[in-house]
């Protein structure tokens, strides 16, 4: 169920082919009738570029001072690294190093700065709320946090704040059993699976 979603970002999404309506098998063997592809956003780079565009329209408007980017390797370095250019600001990115998230060494201004986190699913906050671990120990202030699609209908908080977002879905995934599209004989398709925890 699509909570909010601007027009033009949904049709965006759509015609990237990143948000997918059907009738899906999910990783975890549930269905769904709502797919996110985001290797699509990737792989369109002018369709991301104008999502990107939306995004930094809402960024702008909240008026907040900062003057870093920030977003967790890899998938969303696009993302970020696309806002920050259209910000004027500076881009950073956090990498896993033995499974613990760090900045990589290089950044040198970051610390004690003022950063946006940008990411590009919100699905249980676990990444976003590792770079927010990653800027306090860097003495970084985290200004907003912004992603372009919050798959949790704005259920989740990051320091106890809301989170931006160009789209917001409730994704109700079933139980093949209990399953309203297999009941109406819906095809299933298994679209490729994520590899990284969100
Ligand atoms: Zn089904």
Redesign the pocket.
Known sequence: MILHADEKVLALFKDSDALLQG?F?LTSGK?SEWYFEKIRLIEKPAALERIIGLLVEKIRAEKKDFEYVVSPAYGAIAIGFLAALKLGKKFAFTQRLDEKMSFRSGFTSLDDSKAIIVEDILTTGGSINEVVECLKLRGVEVAGIYVLVDRTAGEVLIEGRPVGSLLALKVEA?E?EA????RKG?L?TKPGASDKKS
């Open positions: 009738h098998k269905h079933f093949p399953c309203p599209f297999c819906i299933l």
